[in-house]
Structures are given as C-alpha cells and as structure tokens.
C-alpha cells in the first residue's frame, strides 16, 4: 500500500490522443507480503498514454516506477514497477 503527491502535466496531442507525465513523493507500506524497498520514504514517478472518449472522459495505460535512489538507505534500494489501466471521468 502506498500514498503519494504528484506534480503532472497532461500532452493533448490532436482531439483523442492524451499522454501525462507525472513524479512525486510517497510514503510506501509493504504490509507482510510486500516487496521490501528499503525505505517508507521513497519517489514514484511515471507516465501514462490514452484516448480521450468524451468530453469529460479518458482511458490511459500507465507505467510507474517506485525507489528512493539509495537516497534513504545507502545499501539497499530494489525498486519496483507498475503497469496499470485507467479510465477517468470528470465530474464538473
């Protein structure tokens, strides 16, 4: 489980297509089955590409990587990678 704070910037290329890029702090908590990434503190950063369907809606697929760079534990920095689907809808 994690939480996170990101800065990013959506690229609308053309009316459909749709890529973000996007980077920001987040505190990670592996529980008792998780992956060990040697530090709660770490940066998560990543992309995503999509079509935009609606006015107010989009599908993207994402790529996202999680590491703190041997910034919070000088031996130990694994990291860890997530590929995602999304589909976002606007409210207002």
Known sequence: MYTWLAGALDVHVGEYL???VNSGPAFYFPGDAGKRLGSFAV?????????????????????????????????????????GFSFWWTVS
């Open 18 to 20: 749709v890529a973000n």
């Open 43 to 83: 940066l998560r950063s990543g992309f995503e590409i999509g079509l935009r369907l609606a006015k107010r809606a989009r599908t993207t697929v994402s790529f996202h990587h999680m590491s703190h760079g041997k910034l919070m534990n000088q031996t130990s920095n694994p990291g860890t990678e997530t590929v």
